[in-house]
């Protein structure tokens, strides 16, 4: 790949003019404080660089304009959401272009009965989630974020969320995309229907692929039916482990709960402290549970006998939808609480196989303790995905040396148990040093393949994944 060099000011002034050649002036960010504020995402320890220009687009035309300037001159780009990812994936390279795809936030259409919804890339996944709902159908994948991450973000991370335990990933939701290709050819992949089989499946393949293969901008969504209003219950345990047992024993029993929560003693003080939840505090671990069956209050009282057998101290089911809704957005507030609770954080995304999540935390427990760290976890329970939150001083480097290398640790316990380093957040900067251990070298070399077929000059989000 040839070398991508930060452009000096003569350059970043012919790059302006020649982007201002395709796109209206208010589209085209120059000012400095401005650009710079679009530099990071949401994670610490990752660097970011300082962006020549920041463009927002609202037609592909413009995004097409936009790849094929950067291709003639060389430049990289960093295509962005809301910049809410967790692993720096959208953070700026020296001299690049940021591509904000925020404005592109159109609802093209909702169909009942083929059961899509096809989108622009800036539609906010909340947002997308109340419109179709009007419809009378349901788009599952709920991350935490669900508030403010858009779907291109959604898809460049091949995002989960709350409901994944029975409705599955964003992967499984996304049939057909344009691409805009580095050179500023447009691709359509994958299909509107049912099924479809015809040739490799580039969609998935764009689907986790962090802004590094093209950009995305405009995604066919699988749709369902919107399932009954669920359920929530809480259990308490006097140990992270006994509620991990109990997620054991549920997955076991061949329940499908839609949603199964862990957050532990210092995650629930920290959600206190932050919207005053009043979450019990004497618990060493809290698990959410929900159903949106037919019968949801039936299930929990199965699902809350299976609890108390994993020695559950308590089991509170919630009252009505509105108490159900408070304990979904405690769990949602999660990371936000601990950040605010704590200064800094570095937060992993360790995700393991199901049998394997009490021996994950009781490793995180002991590593915390070597370190002589607070690291807080909260998971996807029902998905083995934990997200262990290592809190830390930022200004004292002896503590940020032990945050980061108790943030590696816990990846590596992640891949003895026979786990995954990201279960849903994506490699960005954060993490890759980690992808070759792994996928291993064999796995890179095909994976540094596909990126050369795609990106031959080298300019789309150089520096994250590898
Ligand atoms: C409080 C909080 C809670 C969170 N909870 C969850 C959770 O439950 N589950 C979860 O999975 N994540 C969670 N996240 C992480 C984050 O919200 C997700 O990764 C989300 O998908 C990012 O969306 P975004 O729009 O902010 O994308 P960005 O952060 O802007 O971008 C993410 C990646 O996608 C690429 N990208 C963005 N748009 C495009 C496009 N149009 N074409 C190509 N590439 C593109 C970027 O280059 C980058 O690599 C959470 C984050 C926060 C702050």
């Not at 359920?231 to 140990?239: I, P, Y």
């Not at 206190?272 to 069956?293: H, I, V």
Request: net charge negative.
């Amino acid at each position: 790949m040839s070398r991508i060099e930060a452009p000096c000011d003569e350059a970043t002034s012919n790059l302006t003019d020649r982007l201002l050649a395709g796109l209206p002036p208010e589209a085209v960010l120059t000012d400095t404080d401005v650009t710079a504020s679009y530099a990071n995402d949401m994670a610490s320890f990752c660097p970011a660089g300082v962006p020549a220009v920041v463009v927002l687009p609202r037609t592909v035309e413009q995004v097409r304009h936009v790849m094929r300037t950067a291709t003639e001159l060389h430049v990289p780009v960093v295509p962005q959401g809301a910049r809410t990812g967790l692993s720096g994936g959208a953070n700026a390279t020296d001299g690049c272009i940021v591509l904000s795809l925020t404005r592109m936030d159109r609802i093209l259409e909702i169909s009942t009965v083929d059961r899509i919804a096809v989108v622009e890339p800036g539609v906010v996944n909340a947002a997308l989630s109340r419109a179709v709902e009007e419809h009378g159908l349901y788009y599952p994948p709920d991350p935490s974020s669900w508030e403010t991450c858009t779907i291109g973000g959604n898809i460049g991370t091949a995002s989960g969320g709350l409901c994944c335990v029975k409705y599955g990933v964003t992967a499984e939701y996304v049939l057909g995309l344009d691409v805009v290709l580095a050179d500023g050819r447009l691709m359509s992949t994958g299909r509107r229907t049912a099924k479809g089989v015809a040739g490799y499946d580039l969609t998935r393949l764009f689907v986790g692929s962090e802004g590094s293969l093209g950009i995305v901008v405009r995604a066919v969504l699988a749709l369902r039916p919107k399932p009954p209003r669920q359920l929530v219950l809480a259990a308490e345990f006097a140990s992270a482990t006994a509620a991990c047992d109990a997620v054991c024993r549920i997955m076991e029993s061949g329940h499908v709960p839609s949603l199964l929560e862990l957050m532990d003693r210092t995650t629930v003080k920290a959600v206190n402290a932050f919207a005053r939840m009043g979450l019990p505090e004497t618990t060493e671990a809290l698990l959410l549970a929900a159903f949106d069956t037919p019968d949801p209050t039936a299930d929990l009282a199965a699902l809350g006998a299976l609890c108390e057998a994993a020695g559950a101290t308590q089991v509170v089911p919630a009252e009505d939808p509105a108490e159900s809704e408070l304990l979904l957005q405690a769990r949602r507030i999660a990371l936000p609480a601990l950040e605010a609770a704590t200064g800094t954080t570095m937060i992993d995304d360790v995700c393991v196989p199901r049998s394997k999540l009490g021996a994950m935390i009781e490793g995180t427990e002991r590593i915390a303790e070597k370190y002589r760290l607070t690291i807080g976890v909260c998971a996807h329970a029902g998905d083995g995905n934990t997200h262990p939150v290592v809190c830390f001083d930022a200004k004292d480097p002896d503590e940020s040396r032990r945050a980061r290398e108790s943030f590696d640790e816990i990846m590596a316990l992640g891949l003895e148990l026979g786990g995954t380093i990201t279960g849903e957040h994506g490699v960005g900067v954060l993490k890759k040093e980690w992808l070759a251990r792994e996928i291993g070298p064999v796995g890179m070399e095909m994976q540094r393949a596909v990126k050369r077929a795609f990106d031959p000059l080298g300019i789309l989000n150089p520096g994250k994944l590898f």
